[in-house]
């Protein structure tokens, strides 16, 4: 398959995920979520039979983790039933369906998960995507699910924009040091999207390469961050100890550590500027 020659049709383009796949996919027909609601099965079906794309890349998600716990029906509907609409019209028109997903569901129980291991979420937002992922199954054969974690990037509300913030509004930043998982620049990730959909169907674990604690990572975007537990800083959902996907299908991305140095050194060129 020639990515360049192939018509492809992304959901939520307007998102943080979806605006870097615009960059890497120029010519494709870009929804967002006021052109079409994926709630409406009838809506979907029929935009992705009237486009007839060769590739559908869905990038629409709920993924505020915290407010999914307030908001289940939402989180089951857009992460969860959703996908499946999607994964029955690409069914339709033979279409490659890529879909995203996340580290979240898994339970942390294991220091590091590989594609074949076993989910089991402990919250409403992992529960829905996984509920996504089940979907696309039951509906369609080729598909890429692609789990990632702890994405950030120049078009959404991130952590590491987070901590730049609070970085300038407060003395200290106290940033939880029990969690571990791997950063991934949404950049990156849009990039590798289009060396996925050459791959066989399946499963796929995608992130920049390193394991780091949250308080590493702020270390490593601000220099007055302090460690604390996650007993120390209670949440609304419950996250996994350890959330560190393995890739033991593709070729590694760069470490996480070169991808965020690329994102700030882009963030003080804008201030610059």
């Known amino acids: 398959m020639v990515v360049g020659k192939i018509k492809t049709l992304i959901f939520g383009a307007g998102g943080m995920m979806g605006r870097e796949l615009c960059s890497v ?162 950049h990156d990730l849009a990039r590798k999207t289009e060396d996925i959909i050459r791959l066989t169907p399946g499963i796929y674990h995608i992130t920049n390469e390193g394991v780091c604690s949250w308080y590493e990572f702020a270390c490593a975007i601000i220099d007055n961050a302090v460690p604390c537990t996650s007993d120390e800083f209670p949440r609304k959902a419950k996250r996994p100890k350890y959330s560190i996907l393995l890739n033991t299908k593709t070729s590694p991305m760069r470490p996480w550590r070169e991808a965020l140095a690329e994102y700030l050194n882009k963030k003080n060129n804008e201030v610059i500027t």
């Open 25 to 186: 996919f120029p010519d494709a027909v870009k929804l967002n979520h006021t052109d079409i609601d994926i709630k409406d099965k009838e809506n979907v079906i029929e935009s992705v039979k009237k486009n007839k794309p060769d590739v559908v890349i869905n990038a629409a998600a709920y993924t505020a983790v915290d407010d999914c716990e307030d908001n289940k029906e939402l989180a089951f509907e857009v992460n969860g039933r959703a996908p499946g609409y999607i994964a029955q019209a690409c069914s339709i028109v033979g279409a490659v369906l890529i879909h995203y997903s996340t580290d979240y569901i898994f339970d942390g129980n294991k220091k590091e998960y590989k594609e074949s291991d076993s989910p089991n979420p402990i919250n409403v937002y992992g529960s829905s995507k996984l509920m996504g992922e089940r979907h696309i199954i039951k509906n369609m054969k080729n598909f890429r699910i692609i789990r990632t974690s702890w994405l950030y990037g120049a078009h959404g509300k991130n952590f590491v924009d987070t901590m730049l913030r609070l970085s300038k509004e407060m003395d200290s930043v106290k940033v939880v040091d029990d969690q571990f998982g791997k950063p991934t620049y949404a």
